[in-house]
Each structure stands twice: as structure tokens, then as C-alpha cells.
């Protein structure tokens, strides 16, 4: 099993505030998506990022993958309160086939 | 849109039961997975099929079991309920390929009395 460890777990901030959730690992991974999950559905995809030190932006929300490929984070600006939810890293292995691995995901709530 | 379409969204079941979770995608992909998720312990891949009657054991294959007769189809089986399977199930596919987007289902909520 390669583990991926999101931190912090739980995270309540205000309107406005700007936040950023950690996924580390010691294994490398050739892809690396994040996901974020509502109460009661599955997880959906914010992105995908591929390159090491790739950087990507999706309106307020910032995703970096680190240069060895082993970490990522994403930091939201100024969150709001339709940011709250479950944040989920995974990653595929280098060499484990079609097999993801996901993080323990990082519960947000902003509070208005 | 790709749609993943799990039979139900919540299901009691007793202890010894033998149950069955369904899942069916509507865009042909070759990869199709089974995962359960559990508070502060993430989501944890019990198996996953590549393609129609190959299957592969995830982190926790035991004390299930799954059968994939046709590729838009991945069903998940419990022998014999037990409380601990107690959980979220969540079914997922994929096309083969590095950095393929995993799409979910809504999940079903299994509850094991």
C-alpha cells in the first residue's frame, strides 16, 4: 500500500480566509488528482496534475505537485462557504497498474 | 456525462446475510473499482477489475468477493454480513491510462444490525 497522508484533517475557517491542505507521501506517483465530496455523494474531480512541479489553477483554488512527484497541496483564496466539503488527494502508483490510492481526506468547513 | 449508477443508497441487512451492492457505468470504461470509506480512515480499495472476469484484490479484499460478467457492470458481494462491514461503499470506474479521471457513484450506505 502506498499511503498518502492529508493534514491537517479537519479544518474550520471563516469567510474569506485563504487555506491550504497538505497531501504527502514517500512514494513517487506518476498522477495525482484531488476530489472534493459532499455530505452524502461520492467524490467528484477538481483536477489532475501529472507533471512534477506542475502548478494549476481553477478559479480560486490553487493545485501544485511537488517536483519529485511524491506531494501536492492545494490552496484555496478567499474560501466561501459552497467550499465546504471533503477534500480528497490520490494518487496513481509508478508502477501499480490502474490502482489509485487515496488520502484520508481533509474536512472543511467555512463558516459564513 | 459519464454516469455511475449504484443500486441503492441504503440498505439495513442483519448479521450473516449475504448481500449484494450493483453498479453499472454508462461510458465503457475498461476499469471499474469498489472502495468503502470510513470516518478519519479515508477510502480503502477492496477490489478492482480491469476488464470483464478479471479481477484484482485491493487493500481489503476479505470478506468480500465481486463478479464483473459484463464491463458495465461490477457488482460487490458479502458472503456473510458482519457488523464491521458497517460502512459507505463507494463503486467507481475509469479508462485505462496514466491520469484518467476515476468517476464515483453516490454511494451506498450499508448498515449491518
Known amino acids: 500500500t502506498q499511503l498518502l497522508e492529508q493534514s491537517p484533517q479537519f479544518l474550520s475557517i471563516q469567510e474569506g480566509e485563504n487555506l491550504t491542505v497538505y497531501c504527502n507521501s514517500s512514494s513517487v506517483f506518476s498522477s495525482l488528482q484531488w476530489y472534493r465530496q459532499e455530505p452524502g455523494e461520492g467524490p467528484v474531480l477538481l483536477v489532475t496534475?501529472?507533471?512534477?512541479?506542475e502548478v494549476k489553477k481553477l478559479k480560486r483554488l490553487t493545485f501544485q505537485f511537488g517536483d519529485a512527484r511524491k506531494d501536492s497541496s492545494l490552496h484555496i483564496t478567499a474560501a466561501q462557504p459552497g467550499d465546504t466539503g471533503l477534500y480528497l488527494c490520490a494518487g496513481r502508483g509508478s508502477n501499480t497498474g490502474n490502482q489509485f490510492y487515496f488520502g484520508t481526506g481533509t474536512s472543511l468547513t467555512v463558516i459564513p | 456525462d459519464v454516469k455511475v449508477t449504484q443500486s441503492s443508497r441504503y440498505l439495513v441487512k442483519r448479521t450473516g446475510e449475504k448481500v449484494f451492492l450493483e453498479c453499472v457505468q454508462d461510458m465503457d470504461h475498461e476499469n471499474m473499482f469498489w472502495y468503502r470509506q470510513d470516518p478519519g480512515l479515508g477510502l480503502r480499495l477492496i477490489y478492482f477489475?480491469?476488464?470483464?472476469?478479471?479481477?484484482e484484490k485491493g487493500d481489503i479484499p476479505e470478506g468480500y468477493s465481486v463478479s464483473r460478467e459484463k464491463k458495465e457492470r461490477f457488482s460487490l458481494i458479502l458472503e456473510s454480513a458482519s457488523t464491521n462491514q458497517t460502512s459507505m461503499y463507494l463503486c467507481?470506474?475509469?479508462?485505462?491510462?496514466?491520469?484518467?479521471?476515476?468517476?464515483f457513484g453516490e454511494g451506498s450506505w450499508l448498515t449491518v444490525v
Open positions: 477489475s480491469y476488464d470483464v472476469k478479471m479481477k
Open positions: 496534475v501529472v507533471t512534477g512541479g
Open positions: 467507481a470506474s475509469s479508462l485505462l491510462g496514466t491520469g484518467n479521471t476515476i468517476y
